[in-house]
């Protein structure tokens, strides 16, 4: 609808003067979308109702994890770095786990474009739920298309501004709720809901919910499709993700023109099915002619497929006028060629190839992780310390993470050194084999030092290894290092 | 050359009376929401210079300073530190060592102030350099428990204050008191000692010499002195060096190393925090 090259007619079809410039701006259309019931409109509802259900119920769910720890299913714990997914407990630097989960996001959400063009925008998309939800407010409050439509034209009366009044407080209400509801990912939800309402939540608590609130009602409330439109990149490259064999909201021209309208009992001889009733107009949430083709604005939501299916069955004729398909079935048709749907193309078939490979890593990985992590650093400063009896010795700092619940005690060895001299500093005795305690949920640092004899040392460096293990059970988890010495 | 304002049939809007070779300037009016924005940046502006400093003689009414600023985050985090500090300085050394919390406490600040102060001489990690001791390592000239190292650092070595510790090495050649060649026969003797030797007779010839010079301080077997600071002869650790040529130096010239006192310049606990650190470099005993 922008920037096309737009020609001005005249009433009676004849064309005027062509207007050559290029609108590189355009004022805002405001959009009154119909109500329409429907397949899709009640698969729109279930899908809202799930999200919604989820976003704003998810933090409340419970999960027994024992003493000392939260008991939230879902919890983002910032000041104790820890998140917690049921079960799955992920420390700051297992963050690739979060790389992994945007991983099958993105390829999930190019298959699914793929496969039936931009339904994650018509459905799924929060821009989208709750902008649904905001229309549907709207509508219970103004009224349909129609009395909005006059409503707006209306001077400034009582009965306009409580109306408006009362819709700007619920939109203000659902914008709250949904800020609130946010934060309470990152903490025990019902203690934030209670000191956010006793004011003694923490700033960053109310700003968050300030932000939250703004941004919903802002974009829910007011920017609405321009959110799609123009601040959304995700359009931009749909010609890119779609192919011919993609389903996407489609006219049927073949079938529809030579449009026109339809007085009840005529012939349906030497014209279209499309009675040019405008209705898949005034139902699109984004004010578009789907009749023009696909288009950037399009998401995909299939309103207009209730809206024209609607008005068959009121004129008789058979539904799918508008309806999900494929630009090669609408060619073929056209071409009067066979044609045969296909499922399975190259990129269908890489796009599930990589979320199953991703899924699978990301599982397979989260199974056989270990609760334990060991790091050793080398101390390069001294570099290696010459003892008074001509021993050379290494310091290093050795750093367990005990993800378990449970204190442990990690027997150390080491391996590549004959017999050296082990000391841990804090602990005294450590003997050749020393246990180095670490706190549960926590992590246990130590230094380490390791002397042998200069005559023990081969070269200026050794390869060494640490060994560390919890009891004899489990394998060692094994880190290699160096062990220097004076040059040769 | 402003010519003619006119109105654009397309846009509705007014030229600015600009052409350029038939192309004509559109005076399109900023969208309102930017002029607002540019509006409330302008009186946001004023505000700002009333409330915060910002010209060279007036203050602000809020009285805003970024110095009183970092005292006052000084002073929290000195409040922060202060029952741990507290505790530090009430307790023992040995007290410091056996409480884990403590001696981590204890440690990570030592290695703040060790960075700060000591790094410059002893290098990062207590590494040393020639003439100044490496600290990780198990060679002590003063002690190497944690009070003997606690007093080194409260009290220094050969500096001003009473308490510190002194000792002086007499000047053997310097002074006239050996000759030149007994001084190699003394050198080759001390370096017997750690099996570095290379001439078996001028050792022998030094044994003597040392047995009347040197023993008070440094034993009989080379062994030292840590009431005076005198070094182990017989480890393989040399503060100055140990090839031929430092140890006559050494034996001819004296050495003296000096380290300042630190009691004045810290407080007790930091004091205790640096020993308890620097015994934890390894070598402590």
């Known amino acids: 609808m922008h920037g096309v090259l737009e020609t001005k007619g005249g009433k009676d079809g004849s064309r005027t003067e062509p207007v050559s410039e290029v609108q590189l701006y355009a004022d805002r259309v405001r959009v009154y979308p119909k109500k329409i019931s429907g397949n899709f409109r009640r698969l729109k509802w279930a899908i809202l109702s799930v999200c919604l259900g989820l976003y704003y119920l998810a933090p409340w769910i419970r999960w027994d994890r024992g003493p000392n720890a939260p008991d939230q299913a879902l919890l983002i714990d910032m000041t104790g770095r820890r998140g917690y997914f049921f079960a799955i407990e992920i420390w700051p630097q297992e963050v690739y786990y979060i790389a992994g989960l945007l991983m099958l996001g993105a390829f999930g959400l190019f298959l699914a474009t793929t496969l039936a063009g931009r339904v994650w925008c018509g459905y799924a998309c929060p821009q989208t739920v709750w902008t649904d939800l905001f229309m549907q407010v709207e509508r219970l409050i103004e ?113 529809g023109e030579k449009r026109g309208s339809y007085k009840k009992g005529a012939s349906w001889e030497g014209r279209g099915d499309c009675v040019d009733c405008k209705l898949c107009v ?14 950037l604005e399009c998401i995909g939501c299939g309103l207009c497929v209730d809206a024209c299916a609607s008005i068959m069955d009121r004129v008789g004729r058979p539904r799918g006028l508008i309806a999900f398909d494929t630009e090669r079935h609408l060619r073929a048709v ?29 599982g397979v990985s989260l199974f056989f992780r270990s609760t334990a992590e060991v790091h050793v650093l080398r101390e390069r400063s001294p570099l290696f310390v010459a003892l008074s009896d001509g021993s050379i010795r290494n310091d290093f700092t050795v750093k ?46 130590y230094r380490v030092t390791l002397a042998v004899p200069a005559a023990a040392l081969k070269g200026e460096q050794t390869e060494i290894r640490f060994a560390l293990r919890a009891s004899e059970r489990t394998k060692p988890i094994k880190r290699d290092t160096v062990f220097l010495g004076p040059r040769k | 050359m402003p010519t003619k304002i006119e109105k654009d049939i397309v846009t509705g809007t007014d030229t600015t009376g600009h052409e350029w070779d038939g192309v004509k300037e559109l005076n399109t009016p900023l969208p309102k929401w930017w002029v607002w924005t540019f509006y409330v940046t302008i009186v946001w502006g004023v505000g700002y210079c009333i409330a915060y400093p910002s010209l060279p003689w007036f203050k602000g009414l809020l009285g805003f ?21 507290e505790r530090i300085r009430a307790s023992s050394l040995e007290d410091i060592r056996k409480n884990a919390q403590l001696f981590e406490f204890a440690r990570a600040g030592g290695r703040v102030v060790f960075a700060d102060n000591c790094a410059t001489c002893h290098g990062s990690g207590g590494a040393g350099a020639l003439g100044y001791p490496n600290l990780a390592d198990d060679d002590w000239l003063w002690g190497g428990d944690l009070t003997a190292i606690h007093e080194t650092i409260a009290y220094g070595i050969r500096n001003a204050d009473d308490r510190s510790r002194n000792s002086q090495m007499p000047k053997f050649g310097v002074d006239g008191v050996l000759s030149a060649a007994q001084i190699d026969d003394v050198a080759e003797y001390v370096l017997s000692m750690s099996n570095r030797a290379s001439n078996a007779q001028a050792a022998a010839r030094g044994k003597p010499l040392y047995a009347d010079n040197c023993v008070a301080c440094h034993g009989e077997k080379g062994e030292g002195n840590r009431e005076v600071g005198s070094p182990r002869l017989a480890d393989q ?23 300042p006192a630190w009691a004045g310049r810290f407080d007790e606990a930091t004091i205790k925090m640096l020993a308890v650190y620097v015994h934890g470099l390894g070598g402590g005993e």
């Open chain 1, 334 to 362: 056209e071409a009067k060629t066979p044609y045969r749907y296909r499922l399975l193309r190259p990129r269908v078939l890489l796009y599930s190839a990589l979320v199953v490979f991703i899924a699978l890593v990301m």
């Open chain 1, 143 to 255: 009224g349909d298309r129609n009395q909005r439509m006059r409503l707006d034209a209306q001077p400034l009366s009582l009965a306009k501004a409580a109306k408006k009044t009362l819709k700007h407080a619920a939109w203000l209400f659902i914008s709250f709720a949904t800020g609130g509801a946010w934060i309470l990912y990152f903490g025990d939800a019902p203690a934030m809901v209670r000191d956010v309402f006793s004011g003694e939540a923490s700033v960053e608590a109310y700003a968050f919910i300030a932000l939250l609130t703004s941004t919903t009602y802002l974009l829910a409330g007011w920017a609405r499709e321009q959110v799609c439109t123009y601040m959304c990149p995700w359009p931009r490259f749909q010609a890119a993700m779609l192919d011919g064999e993609s389903l996407v909201v489609s006219y049927r021209k073949h079938r």
């Open chain 2, 237 to 259: 650790i040399w503060l100055y060096g140990g090839d031929k040529a430092a140890v006559v130096k050494s034996i001819a010239q004296s050495r003296a190393g000096s380290m």
């Open chain 1, 282 to 295: 005034a139902v699109c949430p984004t004010g578009i002619d789907i009749r023009d083709g696909l288009q």
């Open chain 2, 65 to 85: 300073s970024q110095r009183a600023e970092i005292a006052q985050r000084m002073e929290a985090a000195k409040a922060q530190k202060g029952p741990m500090m």
């Open chain 1, 400 to 445: 367990i993470l005990n993800k378990a619940r449970d204190p442990l005690d990690f027997a150390l060895e080491i391996e590549g050194l004959p017999a050296p001299t082990i000391k841990v500093i804090g602990l005294e005795d450590a003997g050749p084999r020393p246990f180095l305690p670490t706190p549960g949920d926590g992590v246990a640092t």
